[in-house]
């Protein structure tokens, strides 16, 4: 690796910023020469809300659910969308979403778009589906992939889903050929010791697999939206550049302008990153053409990507 645990602790612990983020740059650009920084438009359906919003049909509920979103997955695809995620909470106790119930919605969308890249369900809600199944974890994410998911979310590990758990999670998709994305969400009372516990799991399971596409660095919400109490963005940024130097055997780092705002994310890709996440075709967060603005500002070519990370689209 670039830099070893206590280097990277020591760089967190830190004054020296600018130092920093200079040799995240240099990392950054080792690993992308070619001056470019990604994005993705996606489209994030709330199947949750979709449920609310019809009657669930007897026979075929997961059929139902997914016919009412096509319309919303077609007109996303018009504007440019290369991907779908699925949220909306597996573990709400008013609904009943088995593992037949995702095969069954996911089948049905995979049916009607074969092109569209599906991304559902966080490794916690991986790991309540197959404890409620009675699967392991490899069988749970086979069977959704036979049925047409691409990638599970991108949650980060959290007390629903210990770090053991989030990396068995990971580790089985990876063996299933599913690249995945993890997420290090930081500022939310652990330690640093904690943070780059985390880093150099993600970075071991990598060196093992080499699934991961992309490493996501988030601050977590201020407390009660009190801004004052959020990371700072000297923080924010501190973490983005020792994430980029500590884990140089992943190719992208991401830095999204919804969790961060447009102008943290331009000072973030000097330090380290070279993907800016996703925008929505919604209108929800930064408008795309607000983030190629951003981009090219900072001295970089914006280019559109798909969401596995693996094909530049020409914009």
Request: hydrophobic residues 40%; charged residues 25%; negative net charge.
């Amino acid at each position: 690796m670039g830099i070893n645990r206590q280097q990277a602790l020591d760089c967190l612990r830190s004054d020296d910023l600018i130092g920093i983020g200079m040799e995240a740059d240099a990392v950054r650009r080792r690993l992308h020469p070619e001056g470019v920084v990604s994005y993705a438009v996606e489209c994030a359906i709330d199947y949750a809300a979709v449920m609310r919003g019809g009657t669930r049909e007897e026979n075929q509920p997961a059929v139902g659910c997914a016919h009412r979103m096509f319309d919303k997955i077609g007109e996303t695809l018009e504007r440019g969308s290369t991907g779908v995620r699925l949220v909306g909470g597996l573990a709400s106790k008013s609904m009943s979403c088995g593992m037949e119930w995702f095969e069954g919605i996911v089948r049905a969308i995979r049916q009607r778009f074969p092109s569209l890249w599906i991304e559902a369900l966080s490794p916690a809600e991986i790991v309540a589906l197959a404890n409620d199944s009675g699967l392991d974890l490899r069988e749970t994410i086979a069977r959704l992939s036979d049925a047409g998911l691409d990638s599970i979310a991108r949650g980060a590990f959290h007390s629903k889903c210990g770090a053991g758990e989030w990396i068995a999670v990971h580790r089985a998709a990876h063996g299933l050929g599913m690249r995945t994305v993890a997420t290090l969400r930081f500022g939310a009372g652990e330690t640093l010791e904690q943070r780059v516990d985390f880093m150099e799991a993600v970075h071991q399971l990598q060196e093992q697999t080499g699934g991961f596409a992309a490493f996501i660095p988030r601050a977590a919400e201020a407390p009660d939206g009190r801004e004052l109490d959020a990371v700072t963005a000297v923080e924010q940024l501190k973490t983005l550049a020792v994430a980029r130097i500590f884990l140089d055997n992943i190719e992208n780092i991401q830095w999204n302008a919804a969790a961060h705002g447009l102008k943290v994310l331009q000072t973030g890709l000097r330090f380290g990153a070279n993907d800016a996440g996703s925008v929505t075709p919604e209108g929800d967060g930064p408008s795309e053409e607000d983030l190629r603005r951003i981009i090219r500002d900072a001295g970089f070519q914006p280019v559109q990507r798909d969401t596995s990370y693996r094909t530049m689209l020409l914009n």
